[in-house]
């Protein structure tokens, strides 16, 4: 798993309110990325980093940022939570040299009321 | 951009059966497609890719078929078990530095 933890794995928050989550790996791998799971969509790109302080936009952006202070950790922020991103976060590693991401985290089930 | 379609959304098949699931992508300039594993959970897992300079790849009871003509691959399980119970995603990119597009996903569930 690359050493992958997600922090925290269930959050329940209402709505407009900040949330942030924490992605940490302990491999100091470069590539590091953020996904939301939803039923009928599959796993869509909210944003990625391929470096400290660098991040770029995924397909569904819009509502979140993000953050890489430090290799190790990639946290994503919604600014002011809304229902409809109530979902499961996956946070994922690309190993340098690859061509896909090869380490998942557990996920982290978010709901907002 | 990219899309991918993924078929079935739901397989149900007999364990030693085969399954198959076929996805197909809309950008020619892909070249790169994974296979994801996630079972209840847990976070997806790579269980298999093939690139565009090859047709099949095999590894133990799973393979990929890539047909870039049509634009479609394929998963086959052969000899399905139990375990294979899962929901599996195809995804597709144009290759090294660029993101993936995943499919969405089939659930496929092998009864004993």
């Known amino acids: 798993d690359a050493g992958i933890t997600q922090s925290p794995r269930h959050k329940v928050t209402e709505t407009g309110t900040p949330v942030t989550l924490r992605c940490h790996q302990t491999?100091?791998?470069?590539?590091m990325y953020w996904y939301r799971q939803d039923p009928g969509h599959g796993l869509r790109l909210i944003h990625y980093?391929?470096?400290?302080?660098?991040?770029d936009k995924g397909e569904v952006s819009d509502g979140y940022s993000v953050s890489r202070s430090k290799t190790e950790d990639f946290l994503l922020t919604l600014e002011s939570a809304t229902s409809s991103q109530t979902s499961v976060y996956f946070c994922?590693?690309?190993?340098?040299?690859?061509?896909?991401?090869?380490?998942f985290g557990q996920g982290t089930r978010l709901t907002v009321v | 951009g990219e899309n991918v379609e993924q078929h079935p959304s739901t397989l149900s098949v007999q364990e030693g059966d085969s399954a198959v699931i076929k996805c197909t992508y809309s950008?020619?300039?892909?070249?790169?497609f994974p296979w994801y594993k996630q079972e209840l959970g847990k976070g997806p897992q790579l269980i298999i890719d093939?690139?565009?300079?090859?047709g099949e790849k095999k590894d133990q009871r799973i393979a990929v078929t890539l047909n870039k003509t049509a634009k479609h691959f394929s998963l086959h399980i052969t000899e399905t078990q139990p375990e294979d119970s899962a929901v599996y995603f195809c995804?597709?990119?144009?290759?090294?530095?660029?993101?993936?597009?995943f499919g969405k996903g089939t659930m496929l569930l092998v009864s004993p």
């Open positions: 950008d020619s300039a892909s070249n790169y």
């Open positions: 093939i690139r565009s300079n090859v």
């Open positions: 980093s391929y470096g400290v302080k660098d991040t």
């Open positions: 994922a590693i690309r190993i340098q040299g690859t061509d896909t991401e090869a380490f």
């Open positions: 491999e100091n791998h470069r590539y």
């Open positions: 995804a597709a990119s144009i290759g090294p530095g660029s993101t993936l597009t």
